[in-house]
C-alpha cells in the first residue's frame, strides 16, 4: 500500500519509522552500496541501516518492461552528485499517474542503493513529493502492493464497493 | 478431479507475485510516463478441426463411410469455413465421404472471413467393418445426442459403449441414440459399438465441452484473488448453471478496497467453447463481471476474472450437497494456507493446521506467519471457530474467526466444498488474507516424505527487486534427508536454476506436531520453510528465510515424471513488464501431441487489457530431464513480448506446474490434465 498522506503526516511517519530525521541529507558514495552477495542471490539484501536519502529534481520517468533493469517505474533524479537512477516498484501504484510525479519536480527519496547487473539503482523506501509522503517498500524492502489507505474500523460498518 | 486444486492454489499464490494496480487497471503500459496507452491489437483467425485426428473405414460401393466434421472459427464474426480433401474421398458440406481406398487424407478447413487461416487434420481410412456405423467419426457437444445407425444386412444390432481412456462414456440405447457425458472423458474420444453375431463395426465420437458441461443446478464454490482499481481484490463464492448457458444464482463476497460486501449473484449468461474455454457474464447485485473459465471437468475449472477494471485468478470446484454441513469437519486435521495483505498494504502469508474437535471448533493448532518479511514460526496458539448459526448448508457458505496470538483475531467467510476443501476469504477491512483449508493427516513423521519420493513445487512472493516466482523439486529420503533436487527461480526478471545439494534436510518442528520444517540448500542459497502435508497429496508451503523477503506456495507428491502429453487447462498468474509490473492472468487450452509441439489457445487479462483467442504457433515443449523437470515454450503473437519461456515440473500425469523464466513477467502456473 502507497500512504497517500499530506505533509502534515510527515512527522507522524518519521517517527513510526524512525529514520527520515536520521537520515543523510544527500547521496552517499558506493560505500554504501549494497552487493549482491553471490551469483544465486536473487537481490540485494535491504538493509535499513544503509539507507541514504536523495534530494533532486527528477529529469525522466520511465518504464522497465524487463532485461537488465529491475521491472518497473525508474526515475532519474538530479542531484548535486549526478544522477541517480530510482527504482519506485512496479505496478500501477508505482506509475507516475498514481503518484503524481513528473519530470522538473521536486521529490526527496529515502532507500538503498544497491547494484543490480552491473548498474547502480536506488531502492526507493520512502519518496516524498511537494505534496505527498509515499511508503513504497517496508523495513525489508518489500514493495507495497495496495495503494488506497484501508481504514482499520469494522467489516460491519464497510458498505460500498466491492464488484 | 474433486480436489484439482492447484490451480486455485496457484491463484493463490499470485496475491504475493502482484503489485498492485492501482489508479485504474485500464492504465497499464502507462506507468512510468513512457508508454501513453495501451493498445488492443486484433488476433488473427483461428481454425480448429474437429475431431481431430479420425480414423475411419473405406466406404463401399453400397455403404458411404463419413465423418461430420466441425470447425471452430475464432476472432471473425464470418465462421463459415471452405473444407477440401486432399488424397481421396469429397465433401457435400461439412460431411466427408472416405474414398474406397484405404490411406491417409489430409482435411483442410479454410475460413471464408480470411482465407490465410486454416487448419488441416490427417484422416486415416481404413479397412472395411463388418458392420458399417454412421456417421463412423463425429464431434458431439457433452450432453448432447446424436443417432448412429448400422449397417448389418438385416441383422440384430447391439449397441454398446466404450470409453477407451476410462471415465463416463455416456449412454446408448439399442435404437442407436446417443446421448454423451457432461464432459469429455480420459483420452476426450468414445467408440461406440454397434455388434451383430456375425461381427462388428465402430465409431469414434470425439466429445467437446459444452454448456451442459456446468452442470445443471450443480452448486460451485468458487475464489479468485487478483487486483482492481481499488488494489487487492479477494472474492469467494458459490454459483449455479443451468448448463444451458444461463447463471440460476449465487452469492460471493467481495475484500476489495472499495469495500467488503456480500454480492448475491442474480444471473447472467456463459458460453463453453468445443476447448472448454468459457465466457460468463455474471450478474451480481453489484453490477455485472466478466469470467474467463477454461473447463477440466463437470467438477472442476480455472477461473480468470477477465474485465478491464479487475483481474484474477482462481478456481470453481462442484459441491457436494451431501457433505455441506459443519459437523462433517468433525474430527478431522486441516492444513491451510492464506496470504493477502497486511493492514499496511504490504504482502502477508499464513500456513499452519489444526484439529476441528467438533461443533466446528479448532484447536491445537500451529501456524507460521510471514508477514512482509516478519517471521513468526510455531506459534501454538493458533485456534478457530465456526459460527454454527451463520452456516446455511444449502450453500456451504459460512462465517469463521481465526485466532492466535501472532495475528490476533481474523474473520473469514467460507464456502464449503466438501468436508476436505474450504475456500476461504477475510471479511476485515485490513489485513485481507485468501485461501483454503485442506483435510491432513493426523500424525505425521519424517516417513510422511517417503524414501526415494519426489515432491514438486511451487512458490510466490517478493524479493526488494518486486516480484518472485518459483518452482521446484526435491527428493526425500524417509529419515529426514533431501538426496536431491533442483529449482528454477524467477526474482524480478533475473532467472535462476539451480541444484539441491545433499546437505538439505527436513525435520519434525517442534517435535509432536504436524509442522515439518524443510530446508533446501543450493550452493549459494539457504531456502526455509514451512511445512504443512494434507491428505491429499500436496502441501501447503510457506517460506521463512530471508532469501525470498517474502513467499509462499503448494508443494505436490510427485507420482509420474513423463513428459506431458494430451490435453491440458492452462492457468498462469504473476506480473507482466509490458504493463509496467501490473497484474496479468492467463488461462488457456493447450495440446500437447507428444512430437515436441505445443497448439491451443490463450485469453489474457494484462491488467484489463484483455485479450482473447490468442492461437499458439510455433510453441514447444522439451522432454523432462531429471526430477521431472523439462522446459517449454509458448509463443502466441500477442501480446508482446509474445514469447512466454517456462520451465515446467511434472507433479503427474494429471498436474503440470510451470514458472516464467525470462526477465519479461514473473509468471507462475498448473497446468491440470483435461483429457
Redesign the interface.
Given at each position: 500500500?502507497?500512504?497517500n498522506l499530506g505533509l502534515k503526516s510527515l512527522l507522524t511517519f518519521a517517527l513510526a519509522f524512525g529514520s527520515l530525521a536520521a537520515l543523510p541529507a544527500k547521496a552517499q558514495t558506493a560505500a554504501s552500496t549494497a552487493t549482491v552477495?553471490?551469483?544465486?542471490?536473487?537481490?540485494?539484501?535491504?538493509d535499513i541501516t544503509k539507507e541514504i536519502t536523495i534530494q533532486g529534481n527528477i529529469l525522466k520517468?520511465?518504464?522497465?518492461?524487463?532485461?537488465?533493469a529491475?521491472?518497473?517505474?525508474?526515475?532519474q533524479i538530479q542531484t548535486p552528485e549526478g544522477v541517480v537512477d530510482t527504482?519506485l516498484?512496479?505496478?500501477?501504484?508505482?506509475?507516475?499517474?498514481?503518484l503524481g510525479i513528473?519530470?522538473g519536480q521536486s521529490v526527496k527519496v529515502t532507500g538503498m542503493m544497491?547494484t543490480?547487473?552491473g548498474n547502480s539503482v536506488l531502492?526507493a523506501r520512502v519518496l516524498t513529493t511537494p505534496n505527498h509522503v509515499f511508503?513504497l517498500?517496508?523495513?525489508?524492502?518489500?514493495?507495497?502492493?495496495?495503494?488506497?489507505?484501508?481504514?482499520?474500523?469494522?467489516?460491519a460498518n464497510?458498505?460500498?464497493?466491492?464488484? | 478431479m474433486r480436489f484439482g486444486s492447484p490451480v486455485q492454489e496457484t491463484a493463490r499464490l499470485a496475491i504475493f507475485l502482484a503489485l498492485g494496480v492501482a489508479a485504474a487497471l485500464s492504465m497499464t503500459a502507462c506507468g512510468g510516463g513512457g508508454n501513453s496507452s495501451s493498445v488492443t491489437p486484433t488476433p488473427t483467425v483461428g481454425v480448429v478441426i474437429y475431431p481431430g485426428a479420425p480414423s475411419i473405414p473405406v466406404s463401399t460401393a453400397n455403404t458411404p463411410s463419413i465423418i461430420n466434421f466441425t470447425a471452430a472459427v475464432y476472432n471473425t464474426t464470418n465462421t463459415a469455413v471452405t473444407w477440401t480433401a486432399t488424397g481421396g474421398g469429397s465433401f457435400n458440406g461439412s460431411t466427408f465421404t472416405a474414398p474406397m481406398t484405404a490411406g491417409n487424407v489430409t482435411v483442410t478447413a479454410t475460413s471464408q472471413a480470411d482465407s490465410s487461416a486454416t487448419a488441416s487434420v490427417t484422416v486415416a481410412v481404413g479397412a472395411q467393418q463388418a458392420v458399417s456405423v454412421s456417421p463412423a467419426a463425429l464431434a458431439v457437444l457433452a450432453g448432447g445426442t446424436q443417432t448412429f445407425t448400422a449397417a448389418a444386412g438385416g441383422a440384430a444390432v447391439t449397441w454398446s459403449l466404450i470409453a477407451p481412456g476410462g471415465g463416463n462414456p455416456g449412454l446408448i440405447d439399442q435404437n442407436g441414440n446417443y446421448t454423451a457425458p457432461p464432459a469429455p472423458p480420459p483420452g476426450g474420444v468414445v467408440t461406440v459399438k454397434a455388434a451383430t453375431a456375425g461381427g462388428s463395426g465402430v465409431a469414434n465420437v470425439t466429445i467437446l465441452y459444452s454448456d451442459a458441461t456446468l452442470m445443471a443446478n450443480q452448486l460451485y464454490a468458487f475464489s479468485y484473488s487478483g487486483e482492481d482499481t481499488a488494489g487487492f481484490l479477494a472474492v469467494a463464492g458459490t454459483i449455479t448453471f443451468d448448463g444451458k448457458g444461463d447463471v440460476l444464482g449465487g452469492e460471493e463476497d467481495v475484500n476489495s478496497g472499495a469495500g467488503v460486501v456480500t454480492n448475491q449473484i442474480t444471473g447472467g449468461t456463459y458460453q463453453v467453447g468445443p476447448d472448454g474455454r468459457t465466457l460468463a457474464s455474471v450478474t451480481t447485485s453489484a453490477g455485472t463481471v466478466t469470467w474467463e473459465i477454461t473447463l477440466v471437468s463437470a467438477q472442476h475449472s480455472l477461473l480468470v476474472r477477465f474485465d478491464t477494471i479487475a483481474t484474477g485468478s482462481g478456481a470453481l470446484d462442484a459441491q457436494n450437497p451431501a457433505l455441506l454441513s459443519v459437523s462433517s469437519l468433525n474430527n478431522n486435521f486441516y492444513s491451510f494456507g492464506l496470504s493477502g495483505i497486511n493492514m499496511n498494504g504490504f504482502p502477508e502469508a499464513l500456513a499452519g493446521n489444526l484439529f476441528d474437535v467438533g461443533n466446528g471448533d479448532f484447536t491445537s493448532g500451529i501456524l507460521d506467519v510471514n508477514n512482509a518479511g516478519t517471521v513468526t514460526q510455531s506459534d501454538q496458539s493458533l485456534a478457530a471457530e465456526i459460527n454454527i448459526l451463520s452456516f446455511n448448508p444449502n450453500t456451504g457458505r459460512g462465517l469463521m474467526t481465526i485466532t492466535s496470538t501472532t495475528t490476533g483475531t481474523l474473520n473469514f467467510v467460507f464456502y464449503m466444498v466438501d468436508q476436505t476443501h474450504l475456500k476461504l476469504v477475510e471479511v476485515d477491512i485490513v489485513p485481507v488474507l485468501a485461501g483454503d483449508f485442506f483435510i491432513a493427516p493426523n500424525s505425521i513423521t519424517l516417513a510422511s516424505l517417503p524414501a526415494n519420493t519426489t515432491f514438486a513445487f511451487s512458490t510466490g512472493g517478493n524479493v526488494t527487486g518486486g516480484p518472485f516466482g518459483g518452482a521446484g523439486a526435491f527428493v526425500s529420503n524417509g529419515t529426514g534427508g533431501i538426496t536431491g533436487g533442483t529449482q528454477d527461480l524467477n526474482a524480478a526478471g533475473k532467472i535462476f536454476s539451480e541444484a539441491l545439494t545433499t546437505t538439505s534436510t527436513y525435520s519434525i518442528t517442534p517435535a509432536a506436531t504436524n509442522r515439518i520444517f524443510l530446508t533446501l540448500v543450493h550452493s549459494n542459497n539457504t531456502f526455509e520453510y514451512g511445512v504443512y502435508l494434507t491428505s491429499l497429496g500436496t502441501m501447503e508451503m510457506i517460506e521463512l528465510d530471508g532469501n525470498v523477503v517474502s513467499a509462499s506456495g503448494l508443494g505436490y507428491q510427485q507420482t509420474s515424471a513423463a513428459t506431458p502429453q494430451g490435453t491440458y487447462a492452462l492457468n498462469l498468474t504473476g506480473v507482466s513488464g509490458s504493463s509496467n509490473g501490473n497484474e496479468e492472468d492467463i488461462n488457456g487450452a493447450i495440446s500437447i501431441p507428444g512430437n515436441s509441439t505445443l497448439g491451443g489457445f490463450l485469453d489474457i487479462n494484462n491488467a484489463g487489457t484483455i485479450l482473447t483467442n490468442l492461437q499458439l504457433s510455433g510453441s514447444t515443449i522439451a522432454n523432462v530431464a531429471t526430477f521431472g523437470r523439462g522446459t517449454l515454450i509458448l509463443r502466441s503473437g500477442q501480446p508482446t513480448p509474445s514469447t512466454f519461456n517456462m520451465a515446467y515440473y511434472v507433479v503427474s500425469g494429471q498436474t503440470v506446474l510451470v514458472v516464467e523464466t525470462d526477465s519479461q513477467r514473473v509468471l507462475i502456473g498448473t497446468l491440470p490434465n483435461q483429457f
Open positions: 500500500m502507497i500512504r552477495a553471490g551469483p544465486a542471490a536473487l537481490g540485494p539484501v535491504y520517468v520511465e518504464a522497465a518492461t524487463g532485461g537488465s529491475l521491472l518497473g517505474t525508474h526515475v527504482h516498484g512496479s505496478g500501477a501504484l508505482a506509475a507516475s499517474q498514481a513528473y519530470p544497491a543490480v547487473d531502492l511508503i517498500r517496508n523495513e525489508y524492502g518489500i514493495p507495497a502492493r495496495s495503494l488506497l489507505p484501508r481504514s482499520n474500523s469494522s467489516s464497510a458498505t460500498k464497493g466491492g464488484l | -
